[in-house]
């Protein structure tokens, strides 16, 4: 426990490290508020609101109506607010609508909006049970319901950032685990005394996966805080689709899931994602004498299935949303749902491999200096 401890204090005291994490919670910080919140806008009764209020407008008039959407709720909400029309030059939507008018006419509206150039004001709405809700309903036997579900959609934006910045802090914090004493001529010394050869190896070992997991937790944390205060997590049991604003259709089955489920399915790859970029650091730095190399190593085994996904498109796409990078991203997830055992094996057998090996090559390591 004592050789745990210290090599724990030895990876979270370095100077870089702790300047990596600051700035990591204030990218996220600036993300948040600047970009997610900063983008809010909601009109009602003809007055524009914008970031923290327009959240606070569209949470509080959507409760007035929160529950099982009907027909008649969907007219009173138009009734209310009127059909969005007003558009403005390289703006992605209409300037006058809220929450409220802005999904109804999305769903039940017979008009649409593609772009500012390509958009058609709707003048009707069309029953539920006509549209992709009524749908979407009746495949999965559940209730159309409306509530406020910025929060989620926030949410999962925000922590796909953050989960790649924590990433970063992977590879800068743990890459020192195993190199760091060759680079400072001190592996010969540790690894031949009784206790660093039959401890050490396992305490830098947890010690760097203990570094893996406060990563994870901090960042799931402060997002989780952060949108929990602004916008809540109202409407956790609302299909997918309708919060990231995707087609509801039975071929893409997990469009109609819980947007609440499907968080806590990235929350559990997420977990698994920065554990296998744990492993893969851990081995890497089993094998180079400075901190430097196992880093730029480390990085570019990291980032390497995104250049193959580039240069050969959809090959080996199972494979690859498999690896830390894709596998922290909420879209990969939509589209290998259906096949996500896949992944998942790619990412527990990197896990289980790169610390198996690691850790065996650091022992070898001790046996040649011994001898």
Known sequence: MR????????????????????????????YFFFVNV???????????????????????????????LTDRKA?????????????????????????LNGFVT???GNGYMRDWEDYKVSTALSPIADTELGRAAEITGMETTLDYTGGWAVFLDTLQLGMILGSVLILI???????????????????????GKEKGVRAKTAAAFTISAMIYTGIVLYVFLGVRLVYGFSGGDCMLGLVKGYHLNAENAVTMTAVGRFAGVELILDFLALNSLCALTVCVSAYFETTFH???????????????????????YLI????????????????????????????????????????RKYALLSQSMKA
């Open 3 to 30: 050789l745990y401890r210290m090599e724990l204090y030895k990876l979270l005291c370095r100077k870089f490290f702790v300047i990596s994490i600051a700035l990591t919670l204030g990218i996220l910080f600036v």
């Open 38 to 68: 900063g983008d809010e806008r909601s009109v009602v009764d003809g007055h524009e609101y914008t970031g923290l209020q327009a959240v606070r407008t569209d949470r509080e008039i959507t409760e007035e109506y929160a529950g099982i």
């Open 75 to 99: 007219e009173q909400i138009i009734e209310t607010y009127g059909f969005p029309s007003k558009v403005e030059e390289y703006y992605g939507g209409f300037r006058d609508e809220n929450y």
């Open 106 to 108: 999305e769903y039940l």
């Open 173 to 195: 914090g743990v890459s020192p685990v195993f190199a760091e004493e060759r680079q400072n001529k001190t592996a010969a010394l540790i690894l031949t005394s009784a206790e």
């Open 294 to 316: 196992t880093v730029v190593i480390s990085c570019t085994g990291w980032i390497a299935p995104l250049l193959f996904r580039i240069m050969f498109r959809g090959g080996g």
């Open 320 to 359: 690859i949303a498999g690896t830390p990078l894709f596998l922290v991203m909420p879209g990969v997830l939509i589209d290998v749902y259906r096949m996500l055992f896949i992944p998942v094996g790619v990412a527990a057998g990197m896990l289980v491999f790169c610390t198996g090996h690691g850790v």
